[in-house]
């Protein structure tokens, strides 16, 4: 590196003289590990295209030297490492990035730096603002996460018990983390609770157009990174710096969740989808890099977008995200758990407490805990055992007469009074069958002083009604005939997020002794509203 740090790599290439395409990954996971077939593109299959792969651990990971700190060397060491491989007799000059999670933060940040010889990239399942896609979401600590993937790159042991380190009190506390020194990254990201400048200088998203190479984006419907993937692709075909850059942005979401399994490729073990969502990204990918890389035309029906309808359960390609032919459509929250498209008049609010003693759990949803792991597990699973908690007010639509499209990017609006100086306000969609079963679809949520932002907090007065404009992110699923829409509203999913202790203290600081139980009011009256916004497209 410019530095005279040494990072060392694996170079898998054709036999034979004439210089070929280069394609880039960077891990902090171990390039020698077997997996790496499943976290980039497999490397036979990318020899018998025609491409050399170049599999690099960084900086401070493995077999490379220097010292590892998420997200501050990419950049640099990524251009360095793009234009050693680009000056190799076996290389003819055009280089490519693969990868996904961080290997795809690894690529924007590299892309970022204008290498000269980046012709094109390829994140897979990566966000676009390590704050907002990362590490927070509304305002609260994606605790289940964070956790795991601090305990699995320095204590891999302990990450098998990362569901008893998620209940540890004080947050900024964590014996196993404050052990070592490596880990500091983990603490510092709590400690920056708001979007400051620390997050500032890592974000993609206000900065698109320095990116010069276009991107192949692979997200899915229930991947903790789904919001910053679909952003990438917008502000890349908005405000990528090059025309090709904007035109030649694709991208691909399946019902997929980020850790279900260790790619990018349908975990069948959710079933619900009949294996119809099976689809070669591998091959996906490498047609993309000959395009690309070496000019090749582009396969036959090629399309800028290409997602999985879930309910249809089938592919469908489309020409932009998000769709320009989908209305929103307000379905409101009403007296007696109804979920209804007719507005309230005067109905009377509904009310739970919730103990952070004894939060709602994460059942499923757009997370990533491994159930080996957690008592919980991620993707399209049934809600009724959270539904059913007393601390959980579930609203329900009548059952559907003709089937109901949604496929775009998902809001709630809640009208809700709290009586603890801070709280949390969660809400999940989840598509119900006929046989009952709660297939959730989003999950969302909005921690009450950041209800204003993420730059600033906000004071919270007890008693007090607000709206809360609460991200579910996206999906696209059609509600079949005789389904139900359901919207679930509570105050906690644990672990993904941490648990709001209702005390108003500073983020990690609350101990068992600071955790307050707090009476929630929801509204949905002819002022106060509460209503879902779905993206309706037309039969």
């Known amino acids: 590196m410019r530095d005279g740090v040494i990072l060392r790599a694996d170079v898998y290439r054709p036999d034979g003289e004439n210089p070929v395409p280069a394609i880039v990954y960077r891990t902090p996971y171990d390039r020698s590990s077997p997996l790496i077939p499943l976290a980039a593109v497999d490397p036979e299959r990318a020899v018998e295209a025609g491409f050399a792969l170049v599999v690099q651990d960084v900086r401070g990971r493995y077999g490379s030297d220097g010292s590892f700190y998420t997200f501050s060397h990419e950049g640099r060491d990524g251009f360095d490492t793009i234009e050693w491989a680009a000056s190799q007799p076996w290389c003819d000059g055009a280089v490519g990035m693969a990868g996904r999670s961080y ?32 590490v927070y979401q509304g305002g609260a600590f994606q605790l289940g996460f964070n956790l795991f993937w601090a305990l699995l790159m320095f204590a891999p042991k302990e990450s098998r018990r990362t569901d008893e380190h998620s209940r540890h009190l004080p947050l900024l506390n964590l014996p196993v983390l404050r052990e070592i020194p490596e880990a500091r990254f983990y603490f510092d990201w709590l400690e920056h609770s708001r979007y400051d400048g620390y997050w500032a200088r890592l974000a993609v998203a206000p900065r698109h157009s320095r990116v010069l190479a276009p991107a192949f984006n692979v997200g899915g419907w229930y991947d ?21 850059a904007r035109t030649g942005q694709r991208l691909v ?23 119809h969502d099976a689809i070669d990204v591998d091959g996906l990918l ?16 090629d399309s800028p977008v290409r997602l999985f309808v879930m309910g249809e359960n089938r592919w469908r390609d489309e020409d932009d995200w998000p769709l320009a032919r989908a209305r929103p459509a307000q379905w409101f929250l009403r007296a007696g758990g109804l979920l209804d498209v007719e507005r309230p008049g005067d109905e009377a609010a509904d009310e739970y407490v919730y103990d952070p003693a004894d939060p709602a759990p994460t059942i499923g949803g757009p997370t990533s805990l491994p159930a080996r792991m957690f008592r919980t597990n991620t993707g399209p699973l049934d809600q009724r055992p959270v539904e059913a908690r007393a601390d959980v007010l579930v609203y329900t639509s009548q059952p559907l007469r003709r089937p109901l499209e949604a496929t775009g990017p998902l809001l709630i ?3 809700a009074a709290t009586t603890a100086p801070d709280t949390d306000f969660v809400v999940k969609l989840s598509d119900v069958a006929p046989d009952g079963f709660s297939r959730i679809l989003a999950e969302g949520i909005l ?36 389904h139900r829409i359901r919207v679930a509203v509570t105050s906690s999913s644990f672990p993904r997020f941490d648990r709001n202790g209702n005390s108003g203290r500073p983020l990690g600081t609350d101990r068992l002794e600071d955790l307050r139980p707090a009476r929630q009011t929801i509204f949905h009256d002819r002022e106060r509203a509460s209503h879902l916004v779905l993206p309706v497209v037309p039969s």
């Open 103 to 134: 290997g795809g933060a690894a690529q924007w940040l590299a892309a970022l730096e204008r290498p000269p010889h980046l012709r094109a990239i390829a994140p897979v399942v990566i966000g676009t603002d390590f704050f907002h896609n990362w």
């Open 224 to 244: 903790v990174f789904l919001g910053g993937t679909l952003n990438n692709y917008t502000g890349m075909r908005n405000s990528g710096g090059s025309e090709l």
């Open 253 to 275: 979401v399946g019902p997929w969740a980020h850790g279900s399994t260790y790619g990018p490729f349908p975990d069948h073990r959710f079933g619900v989808f009949g294996g």
């Open 286 to 301: 490498l047609d993309y890099f000959a395009v690309q890389l070496r000019d090749a035309p582009p396969p036959e029906g």
């Open 413 to 415: 609006v809640l009208y």
């Open 447 to 482: 921690r009450a002083r950041f209800r204003d932002g993420d730059e600033r907090e906000a004071t919270t007065l007890p008693g007090r009604p607000y709206e809360y404009r609460i991200d579910l992110v996206a999906t696209s699923n059609v509600f079949g005939i005789g």
